[in-house]
């Protein structure tokens, strides 16, 4: 009883000089769970990961295991977190249902957000841009050699100015020789009266003297005639040569004489 007694009192001392040791390391213990909880819950994954990581290799706890997968659940890291919970269903063979039922809950999860994330941050397939057909640029058309005019003009006919000059100098030549026949013709009327003049002074003429003065006074005639027509067309061309905008003002009067008649052209011009 004796050596009962002093085993007991031993234990007694062995488990009251151990117990602040083992206070101490399960106070760490808790605080570095607790450090690795927030430190996943502010989204500090690998920093909440790595606390854990140290507390397995201490303890060799599963639990840790599934408090991984549970992190990179937590942060939508769906591939890494499945990979744990499937560690953790392979590391404790003791599991009961109820925590490998947890586990396989935790990964259907994942494996049901993971289709949905590759998608949310795969970036959208760019398609290549509609084939257009570039047309060939139309070829500027040659340029056409320029021929030279050689089309041939039929010369301006004369202006009325020279037609009507020609017409107005013929008028005026058949005037003058008018006016010349009509001197001719008052000339043979002259003589014609000076020989009749001389007939009665002498008391009478010869035949052949009568019939010089009946010729010479038939020549005045034609010739009073013909200067009456070539006076009258020389008019007329003079006339009708003058420019349409001028208006001449031209006349043909009769010139009486004390030994005959005359035509006198008398004109403004």
């Known amino acids: ?115 949905k994330a590759t998608e949310a941050t795969q970036p959208p397939a760019v398609l290549p841009p509609p084939a257009t057909s570039v047309e060939a640029p139309t070829p500027a058309p040659a340029p056409q050699p320029v021929k030279p005019d050689v089309s041939t003009k039929s010369a301006p006919p004369p202006s009325d100015g020279s037609q009507g000059k020609g017409l107005r100098t013929a008028g005026i030549i058949c005037a003058a020789v008018g006016l010349a026949a009509v001197g001719t013709g008052v000339g043979l009327a002259l003589k014609t009266q000076s020989m009749s003049s001389d007939a009665d002074k002498n008391g009478g003429t010869t035949q052949a003297q009568e019939n010089l003065r009946k010729s010479l006074e038939s020549w005045g005639w034609v010739s009073y005639g013909v200067g009456a027509a070539a006076i009258a067309t020389g008019a007329v061309l003079y006339i009708v040569g003058w420019p349409s905008d001028k208006s001449p003002n031209v006349a043909l009067l009769p010139a009486p004489t004390p030994d005959g008649a005359s035509m006198i052209l008398q004109g403004r011009f």
């Not at 989204?43 to 060799?60: F, P, R, T, W």
């Not at 937590?74 to 590391?91: H, T």
């Open 1 to 115: 009883m004796a050596h009962l007694g002093s085993s007991l009192v031993l234990g007694l001392v062995v488990v009251v000089l151990a117990s602040p040791a083992s206070a101490e390391k399960v106070k760490l213990k808790t605080a570095r769970e607790k450090a690795a909880q927030k430190a996943c819950a502010l989204g500090d994954y690998e920093k909440g990961v790595d606390i854990l990581a140290d507390l397995l290799v201490g303890s060799d706890d599963p639990n840790y295991v599934f408090n991984q997968g549970r992190c990179y659940q937590q942060n939508n890291r769906w591939e890494q977190a499945i990979a744990r919970f499937r560690e953790y269903l392979r590391k404790d063979d003791n599991l009961s249902d109820t925590d490998k039922a947890a586990a396989e809950r935790h990964i259907r999860e994942c494996e049901a957000s993971l289709p």
